[in-house]
């Protein structure tokens, strides 16, 4: 891994992205009236609303979207002030005839380590480049060894099973799960434990972006339920990402438990809905139609279970039928795909192995068979 590199990668995306402020009080300011669930209008400098025709007409809504998420997740960091050279450590290894499975620690900024798992697939030539997977971990004590099968939980082992896959898979500890168990929220610059973790996640994908064996125009990115959500969260804001896979993940927010959404507002979340919003849906400056219209016109899947208890399939079946004529505009609708499996809150062998499959696809990978474990 070279610092050159990562730096030049992280420049690149920082203009791709349009960074806004490295103040942890910026709070960037959009218009007040704008309706979260009607993608085809734009708003100008003065919160007048214009129909969305085009391609071009989007971009001007979706810049409105980033910076509404940053409204209530705090500001992106100015990746060039804040990313070092990232001093990977290799702490262990063990190996499979399908990967080698390293735990490594990275500096993703002056004074936090981040530890991951990183699975590199065996078998492939000193010049082939294989597609990269970053795998969100859904909520276990032991973050990203649910994903990477070193838990008793099949259903989550979607890390370990695309590496048995063939892709190279990172499945870094989201903050307080893990090696990261006693991280402070309370201490750190973010507004939120949300935009922490997006931050962490880009992070990861300069890694493998850096990696020789890793083509870097094939990347995507998967979790559940957590992992689900925040695969969305750095989905919209790293467009290296060309694939997203979303289970249990999402709805919108009036669909959310009614609209209770006080489960979104803990230090590890976005405080502010509470702080500031006052737990009202109304107030909240983004929604997830938006965060879906925003993943366009890049592939995205959702599992999204008919008994979801957590996240309302209703409210899913609304976001998807908006987001779809954002995805129209691109024509690309056959990139947005959901599957509504008669299942509670899970990732079942059936629908992940569809998943994988929309993976492939997309990334233009051969898959190697690999057995899938039910629960």
């Given amino acids: 891994m070279k610092k050159a590199l990562i730096l030049s990668t992280v420049t690149c995306f920082a203009l791709l992205v349009c960074i806004m402020s490295c103040s942890k009080n910026h709070t960037p300011k959009i218009p007040l009236n704008i309706n979260h669930k009607n993608l085809m209008v ?17 971009e001007k809504r979706r810049e409105l979207i980033l910076q509404g998420m940053q409204q209530a997740m705090g500001p992106l960091p100015d990746f060039n002030e804040n990313s070092a050279d990232l001093d990977v450590k290799v702490h262990e ?42 795998v ?62 997006i931050y962490n996640h880009i992070r990861c994908v300069d890694y493998l972006c850096s990696l020789e064996f890793v083509d870097e125009n094939r990347l995507g990115v998967i979790g559940h339920s957590l992992g689900g959500h925040n695969s969305m969260f750095v989905g919209v804001f790293d467009q290296r990402l060309k694939a997203i896979v979303s289970s249990c993940g999402w709805t919108p927010f009036h669909n959310y438990f009614d609209g209770n959404i006080k489960g979104w507002t803990s230090d590890k979340y976005m405080p502010r809905l509470k702080d500031i919003y006052n737990l009202d849906p109304d107030k909240v400056p983004f929604d997830f139609y938006e965060i879906v219209g925003a993943l366009a016109p890049r592939a995205f899947f959702s599992n999204s279970p008919i008994h979801d208890n957590n996240f309302d399939v209703n409210g899913v079946k609304l976001a998807i039928k908006e987001a779809n004529k954002v995805y129209t505009l691109y024509n690309a609708e056959q ?9 509670k809150h899970d990732f079942p062998p059936q629908i992940r192995s569809e998943s994988y499959q929309f993976l492939d696809k997309i990334l233009k990978h051969k898959p190697t068979s690999t057995k899938l474990i039910g629960p």
């Avoid at 900024?109 to 798992?117: K, Q, S, T």
């Fill in 136 to 197: 969100c971990h859904p909520t276990h004590e032991k973050g990203k060894g649910d994903s990477a099968g070193l838990t008793k939980r099949k259903n989550r082992s979607y890390g370990l099973e695309l590496a048995e896959r063939g892709y190279a898979v990172i499945i870094p500890d989201y903050p307080s799960f893990g090696d990261d168990s006693t991280y402070n929220f309370s201490t750190d610059k973010y507004v939120s434990g949300t935009m922490k973790g």
């Fill in 93 to 134: 290894t063990f190996k499979t005839d399908f990967f080698e499975r390293r735990k490594i620690s990275l500096q993703v900024e002056p004074g936090h380590r981040l530890y991951a798992y990183l699975f590199v697939p065996a078998g492939h030539r000193a010049n082939e480049k294989v597609a990269g997977i970053l």
């Fill in 42 to 58: 734009y708003y100008d400098n003065n919160g007048n609303e214009h129909p969305v025709k085009s391609v071009k007409d989007w």
């Fill in 335 to 343: 990139n947005l795909q959901v599957r509504y499996p008669e299942d």
